[in-house]
């Protein structure tokens, strides 16, 4: 890629960035953006009301298990349709292009029969959720503002002590998971050493405001046709354990003490499967520069979550090293 296309398309990022943070930083959990999306959707076309659709929405929205793609189908067409004496395409054609003028450069959207909606996050925009997981919502304006609620803090804020018992520090069940936490942190600070990223400040040892250090210039998680770099298998597996952690976040049926372990060593396996087949260093630093940063967010992404569960959720030390 030339000087001048990596310019354009970092001038692209960014502006996109700014125009989504806001709405990145209300909305979270991708799941809960869509539910906010169909239940305007269906105030305007339906007779339901949108706080009966949040009440009901965990029985008419699903991921779909292609981890190749961030997609979730909805039902409620099929599920309203008699209600709202409408043949269910008819309700869903309906619902879709109200998505589509509002929220088009979002998802992509698409009606399968008998009435379903697809609604696939587009590249760009999940190129910005991964870049506010790894880095928060406001570098790009050169503020220095991390997720708070992930373990993350402002430069200069006072910080709350994590108080934790002797006995919980290298909890033998959740080792796994610290030590995938403590590989992400060794991994980014080697390439902050190396030149592949800057950190605001050098080893951070002190503070567990780890990324908001990182410094404000977007990661290249795009290329020239604007399609996302991480396109491995473990890549997208790692993205999409990503996505199903942040939205059971949201989801108190899912947020049992039992149900985060799991989903934090399914988050650390998966790291692990992506560390051993995707490199960043050697050949692929040298012939695909691009390639090996957009990896580096991911890492920084998949450290920003495992140290919220650690911390946050399961009340466990999070290790900058073992």
Same mark, same amino acid.
């Given at each position: 890629?030339?000087?001048?296309?990596? =310019?354009?398309?970092?001038?692209?990022?960014? %502006?996109?960035?700014?125009?989504?943070? #806001? #709405? =990145?930083? *209300?909305? @979270?959990? @991708? *799941?809960?953006? @869509?539910?906010?999306y169909l239940a305007n959707a269906l105030?305007?076309?339906t007779k339901t009301n949108k706080n009966i659709y949040t009440? !009901?929405?965990?029985?008419?929205?699903?991921? !779909?298990?292609? !981890?190749m793609r961030v997609m979730y189908i909805s039902g409620m067409a099929l599920r309203l349709s008699k209600s709202q004496n409408k043949k269910p395409m008819e309700l869903a054609n309906a619902i879709a292009s109200h998505l589509s003028a509002i929220c088009g450069d979002v998802f992509s959207i698409q009606i399968v029969p008998p009435g379903l909606i697809h609604l696939e996050l587009t590249h760009s925009c999940l190129a910005l959720w991964l870049q506010s997981l790894a880095v928060g919502h406001s570098e790009v304006d050169g503020e220095s503002e991390g997720w708070g609620k992930w373990g993350m803090r402002r430069v200069g804020d006072q910080e709350k002590c994590l @108080?934790?018992?002797e006995d919980s520090k290298f909890p033998n069940s959740l080792f796994a998971v610290q030590y995938a936490h403590a590989r992400c942190c060794s991994l980014i600070l080697l390439a902050h050493q190396e030149g592949l990223i800057k950190l605001r400040?050098?080893?951070?040892?002190?503070?567990?405001?780890?990324?908001?250090l990182i410094s404000s210039n977007p990661l290249p998680w795009l290329n020239c046709d604007g *399609?996302?770099?991480l396109n491995h298998p473990d890549e997208r597996r790692l993205i999409a354990e990503l996505v199903q952690v942040v939205d059971n976040m949201k989801c108190p049926e899912v947020s049992s003490c039992l149900n985060l372990k799991k989903a934090a060593l399914n988050l650390s396996r998966a790291f692990e499967n992506f560390w051993c087949n995707c490199r960043i260093w050697g050949e692929v630093k040298i012939t695909? #520069?691009? #390639?090996? %940063?957009?990896?580096l967010g991911l890492i920084m992404a998949t450290q920003s979550v495992l140290k919220f569960l650690l911390e946050d959720k399961l009340e466990v030390f999070a290790p900058l090293e073992l």
């Open positions: 890629m030339s000087e001048n296309q990596q =310019i354009r398309n970092k001038d692209l990022f960014t %502006q996109k960035y700014v125009h989504y943070r #806001l #709405l =990145i930083s *209300k909305y @979270i959990a @991708i *799941k809960w953006l @869509i539910y906010g105030s305007i076309y009440e !009901d929405k965990k029985t008419h929205l699903y991921k !779909d298990r292609n !981890d @108080i934790l018992k400040e050098p080893v951070p040892n002190t503070s567990p405001a780890f990324w908001s *399609k996302l770099h695909s #520069l691009e #390639l090996a %940063q957009a990896r």
